[in-house]
Nanobody, 117 residues
């Protein structure tokens, strides 16, 4: 089992910045990929960014150049951070951290990001 704890969402004006954090603990040796999905009201959940232990991050086209994903492997916890700048109203969504092994996906509880003036 892997436990995920997210933080960092909130309300921000267009053009503003936020940093989302996710801490994964438990069976972290099984983790292959980590990242963030988001789901806006009335829309399907979409993959925003992902990273493995050995590759560069991948991003959905709509956030390239504005979002930066990073990963930090500590002794008993793996952290993944999503730095978001130049936020737009269309970035408004619930953001979910996830981890994936070869056989299972774990989800965080979700954190709301609202971009509005």
């Amino acid at each position: 089992q892997v436990q995920l704890v997210e933080s960092g969402g909130g309300l921000v004006q267009p053009g503003g910045s936020l940093r989302l954090s996710c801490a994964a603990s438990g069976n972290i040796g099984s983790i292959n990929t980590m990242g963030w999905f988001r789901q806006a009201p009335g829309k399907q959940r979409e993959l925003v960014a992902s990273i493995t232990s050995s590759d560069n991050p991948n991003y959905v086209d709509s956030v390239k150049g504005r979002f930066t994903l990073s990963r930090d492997n500590a002794k008993n916890t793996v952290y993944v951070f999503l730095q978001m700048v130049s936020l737009k109203p269309e970035d408004t969504a619930v953001y979910y951290c996830y981890t994936a092994s070869l056989t299972k996906i774990y989800w965080g509880q979700g954190t709301q990001v609202t971009v509005s003036s």
